[in-house]
């Protein structure tokens, strides 16, 4: 209790160094809160919508059409009662005012949706009882924006496939969306009954046919899931509640809301080193105090108690003011997100969230303090008699005290990520990073300390010795200034390099893609692009299959009932759920290469004994875990065939050239059933649309990408990401900030009587002001151009060797983050230097400090 | 409560050297008596404070206060003893600078868990002539003020054993004269064995006996000496 009472009239009485710590840990938690108020307002909506969003109970589906008996079997095993939808989904092309466009066609029948509803521009609202004008004739109904897009009317007549349709309405909000997906592919929904006349499905065409279900009230959808999957045979159909499907649904924004929050723990990380610092000097401050008591019959372990006590306590209170600055936040980072998703977010913070700050703040200033409050013990107080000396600072040598508060981020980014492999590649990133900065920023303190200069004024070669000698404070700065300014140089280092990349190789990019070719219209479409002379087009072939076995291990489906996953869990899930698609070449094209194991050995012999060579692309072997020498059993619609991996190839996935995961030996899988892909060359826009227009009327059933249109949209998407991680690095700035001013601060409280010497000694305020700016100024400029230097390599590390693209300088953002940060770093150290720099000298030499 | 000190060595490691600052002292005081110690800078005087205030441990020896062995008790139990038994009064005074000079009297009655902690820290205060300065901070006190407060923390909780480190080495010396003045009434009054380290002749002329640490050894300095 006395421990208690003691740590809370500590901070009380020393406000200045609480106000900076707690301000110091709130803006490291406004980006956490942000965060989870963005996750828990998507979760909330998939929760309360999980229905709406797969528009029944329970989805059974697969990448082809059901079977009779598959049908059977499925009404079979649903409870009396059950109500069930059919609905073919794929992309396709439309074709309307001399435009064509790709687009997601779902035919649907008129039982759709079995819930949520389709709001139209008419105002009119349709759920699944509701009679519809779709049904009975030609019409469609699409997506709003292929109003604008295409300038379609109600009443327009648009061709798809083999159909003229009529468009009858425009939806405005479909409750089954939950990614907007930059209008890549907008939806229409059509008669299902129209499918056949369409000739928009043929063999080997990329669709998924789904048998919707809505259940009699109580039925359990879980456990008839599972029964499904015991019955019905074939591993590649798959079976989904609507929590199970929203779960996935939503994985795009899970994947980015993860992110975000490993950078968020980014800006926890720099403020937990600003509060580290800050505590350091309130230890060092109140080591006298913590003697005294131990004098007073306060143990040792007590005066522990209560440098953990008060760190605690710090931490907690400072919860309050980050959720006020979160309130604030919010509604710009919600602006910002609210175009990535189909539904407005609202986000709130829920009391789990607050829960969660709490214990995070409390637990995470606790342990990052950890360090110097144990050090208290090991001061005597016998500090106190006059022959010895108090020592000023607290400083410790043991960085095993370290460990908990590594392990604390590292737990931290694991949860946050929901994967251990992404939690631990960041946590190891940030400390190579924090290593890095330590190294450069010790190299900086040697150069200045051994800077001489005959002609340099005094105070600033003393003010750069100083520098030089105050380690801690200085490797402080250099740590969050430079990290905080590698945050905000590296994603515009990234999206500029990706620009400059995308433009450079612009004559090498396809123009368009073309998918779902099939078997006999290869030779007319060779003759259809004949007179656009667009050189060899190379075709490539796609044969659907699915592993059953590697080295004899069957690879079967994983049936997760289990709500929380890893992020390499659903990924292995999924991998394990959906086929793959195969492909055979005798080269490899330019945008790949082996980097392990040797090249095809020619065409393979159907009468030999030997297995049938496989290449695997590098990362989907790391994902699945296949190595060369691996034994894999494949199904071939029907067909067993087994193979084995000679090597591990690299693809330049950026190149947008056809190529697959894995390929087999030409001579293997020739005669099996496929269809075709090919990427047509760069062409002029004018002519690029032309032939579009051409093909979608010649060949109603091939899909067509036009890749300048995607990546234009996917970089715009990609923009509105970066905003918001912009946002989060921001806050690391302004933590930086927070340490800079509690730097500079704390270093001229310490320095009064020097300072205030130096003024004895003839040194006139400008001469001072001079010592003190040069000092920070000079650290703040070296922080940030190494927070620099380290964005410039981990940016190019990034493209280089891991998205194999070619990195590009850019300038421009860096010079403003120089001059943004230093500009707000002189207002800092004049705010921290003004009070001691106007003080009378005599009144501080003479006073006791 | 008597003091009994024998054969009490203490050393201390410079890197590979071990250098003796105590060397087999051996004295006593009785109970009520004022001592004083004087000896040059670094003749081992804040050392000997130290182990007699139970803050650091001895190589050999004893140091017994009352009936007690102080470095026979482990960390807890030394902590509790000078809690109860031993006031120290520093040549800096140390006090509490966020606390007022009541706040800082009542802590020690505070820390180990006392009763009428308010009144007694008043009356305490009130003896030292301090009654006026009582919601007083340190920066707003005078040296003397200070030493007097911080003579009061040391003697609040009625301590066996007074330590006092150059009570009066940051004051002039009439304010150090009037404060020695006082702290000697109030142990006199209260029968406590004190121990008082110091460089002024004067003052240890003061008390009843003087013992002169030279090289880690002490000698008593008999009166005809002087």
């Excluded at chain 1, 990349?501 to 078997?519: G, K």
């Excluded at chain 1, 030996?665 to 047509?680: F, L």
Aim: net charge neutral; with cysteine; hydrophobic share 45%.
């Amino acid at each position: 209790m006395f421990a208690l009472r003691w740590a809370i009239k500590g901070l009380v009485r020393t406000p200045g160094i609480s106000a900076f710590f707690i301000a110091n840990f709130a803006l490291g938690l406004v980006g956490f809160l942000c965060v989870e108020a963005y996750k828990d307002s998507i979760s909330e909506h998939l929760t309360a919508n999980a229905k709406q969003i797969l528009a029944a109970d329970l989805s059974v589906s697969v990448r082809r059409e059901f079977s009779d008996s598959e049908r059977a079997l499925v009404r079979e095993t649903l409870p009396p009662g059950s109500e069930v939808s059919e609905v073919y989904d794929f992309f396709s092309m439309i074709f309307f005012n001399d435009q064509s466009r790709l687009i997601l066609v779902k035919a649907v029948d008129s039982s759709y949706p079995l819930y949520g509803q389709l709001e139209m521009s008419s105002k009119k609202v349709v759920a699944g009882g509701d009679s519809k004008d779709l049904f009975g004739s030609p019409k469609i109904w699409a997506y709003a924006e292929l109003q604008e897009q295409m300038g379609m009317q109600i009443g327009s007549t648009l061709k798809l496939g083999n159909l003229d349709l009529t468009v009858s309405e425009f939806i405005e909000k479909d409750a089954s969306q939950t990614f907007r997906a930059a209008n890549l592919a907008p939806r229409v929904f059509i008669d299902r009954s129209l499918l056949k006349a369409s000739g928009l499905i043929q063999v080997g065409s990329t669709f998924t046919h789904s048998l919707l279900v809505r259940l009699p009230a109580g039925a359990p959808s879980a456990d008839l899931r599972s029964q499904l999957f015991s019955k019905l045979p074939d591993p590649a159909i798959q079976v989904d509640t609507s929590e199970t499907a929203s779960e996935d649904s939503a994985r795009q924004l899970k994947l980015f809301s993860d992110y975000l929050s490993l950078v968020s723990i980014v800006a926890l990380f720099l403020a937990s080193i600003g509060a580290s610092y800050l505590f350091r000097l309130f230890l060092s401050k109140k080591l006298k105090e913590m003697a005294v008591l131990r004098c007073l019959g306060v143990s040792a372990n007590e005066t522990i108690q209560i440098a953990l006590l008060q760190t605690l306590i710090l931490g907690a209170v400072s919860v309050f003011p980050a959720l006020i600055l979160a309130r604030a936040f919010i509604p710009v980072f919600a602006s910002l997100l609210n175009n990535i998703t189909p539904f407005s977010i609202n986000p709130g913070i829920s009391g789990a969230s607050i829960a969660i700050s709490f214990a995070l703040a409390s637990i995470g200033s606790l342990l990052i303090c950890l360090p110097f409050a144990i050090k208290v013990r090991d001061f005597s107080p016998a500090f106190l008699f006059s022959e010895f000396r108090l020592p000023s600072t607290v400083d410790f040598t043991n960085w095993s005290l370290m460990l908990p508060a590594f392990f604390f981020f590292w737990g931290l980014a694991i949860v946050q990520s929901r994967s251990m492999n992404v939690g631990t590649v960041f946590v190891l990133v940030l400390l190579g990073f924090v290593m890095m900065l330590t190294v450069l920023g010790l190299a900086l303190m040697n150069l200045m300390g051994r800077w001489k200069s005959s002609t340099a004024k005094w105070n600033l070669r003393y003010s750069l010795k100083g520098a030089a000698r105050r380690k801690s404070s200085t490797l402080s700065v250099v740590i969050t200034l430079g990290l905080a300014s590698m945050l905000l140089n590296i994603l515009p280092q990234l999206k500029v390099s990706l620009q400059k990349e995308f433009a450079t190789d612009q004559a090498n990019l396809p123009s368009l893609f073309l998918f779902d070719i099939q078997e006999e219209q290869k030779d007319a479409l060779l003759k259809t692009l004949k007179p656009h002379e667009i050189g060899d087009l190379t075709m490539y072939p796609l044969v659907r299959s699915r592993v059953l076995a590697i080295n004899g291990q069957p690879y079967e489906r994983v049936v997760t009932r289990d709500t929380v996953l890893t992020r390499e869990e659903e990924q292995e899930a999924r991998s394990r759920n959906r086929g793959v698609n195969l492909s055979y070449r005798d080269h490899l094209s330019s945008s790949e290469s082996i980097v392990e194991g040797r090249d095809f050995s020619g065409a393979h012999d159907l009468n030999s004994p030997k297995p049938v060579e496989i290449s695997v692309e590098v990362r989907y072997a790391e994902r699945v875990g296949l190595k060369i020498g691996d034994k894999v059993d494949f199904d071939i619609q029907g067909v067993p065939l087994s193979g084995q991996v000679i090597n591990l190839r690299q693809v330049k996935w950026a190149s947008f050239q056809p190529n697959f995961f894995i390929l087999l030996q030409p001579g293997s899988i020739d005669d099996a059933p496929k269809t075709y892909i090919a990427a047509v060359p760069q062409m002029l826009h004018g002519r690029k649309l032309f032939l579009q227009k051409e093909l979608v009327k010649a060949y109603p059933n091939i899909s067509i990408i036009d890749l300048a249109r995607t990546t234009e949209d996917v970089l715009k998407l990609a923009d509105r990401f970066r905003w918001s991680l912009e946002l989060m690095a921001v806050l690391g700035v302004l933590s930086g900030m927070v340490v800079l001013y509690s730097v500079v601060r704390t270093q001229i409280w310490l320095r009064r009587r020097e300072l205030n010497l130096l003024k004895v000694l003839g040194a006139k305020l400008e001469e001072l002001t001079v010592y003190v700016m040069a000092e920070f100024l000079v650290l703040a400029v070296g922080s940030v151009l190494l927070g620099i230097l380290v964005s410039f390599l981990i940016s190019f590390a990034l493209l280089r060797f891991v998205f194999n693209l070619a990195w590009h300088f850019d300038w421009i953002w860096p010079l403003f983050s120089v001059i943004g940060i230093l500009g707000i770093g002189c207002v800092v150290i004049w705010l921290g230097s003004r009070k001691v720099m106007r003080e009378r000298p005599m009144s501080i030499l003479r006073s006791e400090l | 409560m008597s003091l009994r000190v024998e054969h009490l060595s203490k050393e201390y490691a410079q890197g590979e050297a071990k250098v003796a600052v105590l060397r087999d002292l051996s004295f006593s005081v009785a109970k009520g008596e004022i001592v004083a110690v004087v000896g040059e800078s670094g003749s081992g005087k804040s050392t000997l404070l130290s182990l007699l205030a139970g803050l650091d441990s001895a190589n050999e020896g004893q140091i017994i206060v009352g009936d007690t062995d102080l470095l026979q008790l482990n960390e807890k139990q030394v902590t509790a003893f000078r809690a109860s038994n031993i006031g120290i009064v520093f040549q800096q005074y140390h006090l509490v600078d966020h606390l007022t000079s009541l706040e800082n009297v009542m802590l020690p009655l505070e820390i180990t868990k006392q009763s009428n902690i308010r009144s007694r820290a008043v009356a305490v205060l009130e003896e030292l002539g301090l009654s006026h300065r009582l919601t007083h901070f340190p920066t707003q006190l005078s040296g003397g003020e200070c030493q007097r407060v911080a003579i009061a923390r040391a003697i609040v909780s009625e301590p066996k054993l007074l330590l006092a480190d150059e009570p009066s080495g940051n004051l002039d010396t009439q304010t150090g004269e009037k404060v020695m003045s006082v702290l000697f009434d109030v142990v006199r009054k209260h029968q406590i064995t004190t121990v008082l380290v110091t460089h002024s002749e004067s003052l240890a002329r003061k008390c009843q006996r003087e013992l002169f640490l030279d090289q880690g050894q002490l000698r008593e300095i008999s009166r005809r000496e002087r």
